[in-house]
């Protein structure tokens, strides 16, 4: 395989019918450590967006049409050409969007993961034969792509949440236009240009960069678009939602989680700290499966404590291009600013500080650890996504079952014990569409990942990843 060189990698055009694009209006893309300018992308709106819809919509029939394992081994060169990318595309994603490098590297890998994984779903059976009900007739069903689909994917996992959208859409023969986060466009454009290099035709995967209100009217509005696939915020999502009723698309919703991370007396502490390092504080805090309110038990809460600030006073704030990093910068300032009146707001409120809150400048912000939080503060009833970890002290079981579940949000949710019991009744209690028991990291292109409640619907990978994408049409032969 011919490698690409760096520079076509960094695409700062989108792509529509397989021609890059430019525009003479455009934005700048800044590097969150640095402040810098990285790279100046075209400022897209209805008019190109109708284009790829358009552009989508023709090149459809054809690729629906390919048999299964040629789109397969399209999915396959795609998967192959991300690995052999690795590191340009990671250092593209720690320039855009801050992650340390190594968490980029991890993110491509994850997002390569998807891509390989759906090319090997292609070819599962699409339909089934169903038990007639006489002798006469038989029944079946088959899966079909839903058309075209619209994906809009949020900034803090740039590669990854958009190669766990497409790759599902494309494998099922479903063309796409994706709208990436404006803060984060390059890891998309890099993606799509290694899309085009694995044979995926023109048309077939449109990428359009621009203001996200003109391009998302454009997007739920147009009767072309069949499908919605969005992750973000809650209150974006439920815009979409509503903009989607007029044309009734189908829609798949992954919003923001309040994720609960239970401590009960009898965990094994050395895997809880380092569950709850890897869940509060991985991509600084910003990812919508990070524990956001820790609920320790009485009995341990002052050594779990002492070994969560301990813990923290080793993460390495810094530049993610700059080696030994383990923390990065927040996304911007707007982002800093929520996650210091979230800790404010917890000190007015009798929290106190145990480890950080320190001023630092730029973008960064200090991992913090507090203790003493009540539910009544705002680090505990809204997402802070930074590195702020409140520590709730709870006594009884169902209590702090009543108190996780008290959020309209249900995304993930975690705990750690050693009793077997406990471990199967508080799964099936928390409310929650993905719980991680021992453990905080749970996401893979195995399992399918979403949520429930107001976090959203459908579910990303997994066995049933595709079904998100096709229709079911059910055919009965009469008269046999
Ligand atoms: P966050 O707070 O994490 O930035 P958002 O929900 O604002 O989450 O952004 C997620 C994605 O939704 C981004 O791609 C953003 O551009 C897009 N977006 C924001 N507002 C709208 C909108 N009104 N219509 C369509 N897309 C939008």
């Known amino acids: 395989m011919t490698l690409l060189p760096d520079n076509a990698l960094r695409e700062s055009r989108c792509l529509i019918d397989g021609e890059w694009i430019t525009e003479r209006s455009s934005f700048p893309v800044t590097n969150p450590a640095t402040g810098e300018v990285i790279a100046t992308v075209p400022r897209l709106g209805a008019e190109h967006t109708r284009m790829a819809i358009e552009a989508a919509h023709r090149a459809g029939p054809g690729w629906a049409a390919m048999p299964a394992a040629q789109r397969a081994n399209v999915l396959k060169r795609w998967h192959a050409l991300i690995l052999a990318h690795a590191e340009p595309l990671a250092q593209i994603l720690t320039e855009e969007m801050g992650k340390p490098l190594s968490e980029a590297r991890a993110e491509i890998l994850c997002g390569a993961g998807y891509v390989e994984w759906f090319a090997e779903e292609c070819r599962r059976p699409v339909g089934e034969v169903l038990a007639s009900p006489d002798a006469t007739r038989q029944l079946s069903t088959v899966r079909l792509p839903v058309g075209v689909v619209a994906a809009i994917t949020p900034w803090n996992f740039p590669h990854a949440m958009l190669a766990r959208k497409l790759a599902p859409a494309l494998a099922a023969g479903c063309t796409v236009v994706a709208k990436p986060a404006e803060l984060t466009p390059l890891s998309a454009l890099a993606l799509a240009r290694l899309a085009q290099e694995a044979g995926v035709p023109p048309g077939v995967l449109n990428i359009v960069v621009g203001d996200p209100v003109t391009i998302g009217s454009e997007l739920t509005a147009n009767p072309l678009v069949r499908k919605l696939t969005f992750t973000g915020s809650t209150a974006v999502g439920k815009l979409l939602i509503r903009q ?79 080696p030994g990093t383990t923390v990065g910068p927040l996304i911007d300032e707007r982002a800093v600013a929520k996650a210091q009146h979230h800790v404010d707001d917890a000190l007015a409120r009798g929290a106190t500080v145990v480890e950080g809150n320190a001023h630092l400048p730029g973008n960064f912000f200090a991992p913090t650890v507090l203790r003493d939080v009540t539910m009544n503060m705002l680090v505990a009833r809204q997402e802070t996504f930074g590195p702020v970890a409140p520590l709730i002290r709870f006594t009884d079981e169902a209590d702090v079952i009543a108190q996780a579940n008290a959020t309209e949000a249900g995304l993930a949710g975690y705990f750690f014990t050693r009793d077997i019991a406990r471990a199967h009744r508080v799964a099936r209690r928390l409310e929650v569409g993905m719980v991680g028991i021992n453990t905080g990291i749970i996401s893979t292109e195995v399992a399918p990942f979403g949520g429930i409640k107001q976090s959203g619907y459908g579910r990303e990978g997994g066995s049933g990843g595709m079904a998100d994408y096709q229709d079911v049409k059910y055919c009965c032969l009469g008269n046999l």
């Open 244 to 322: 989607c009723a007029e044309t009734v698309k189908r829609v798949s919703m992954e919003l923001g989680g309040n994720a609960p991370f239970i401590v009960f007396d009898d965990a094994d502490l050395d895997a809880a700290v380092a569950g709850a390092m890897a869940s509060k504080f991985r991509n600084a805090g910003q990812t919508c499966v990070c524990a956001n309110r820790l609920f320790v038990q009485a009995g341990i809460y002052e050594t779990f404590t002492q070994r969560l600030a301990a813990a923290v006073r080793d993460l390495r704030v810094g530049d993610g291009s700059q």
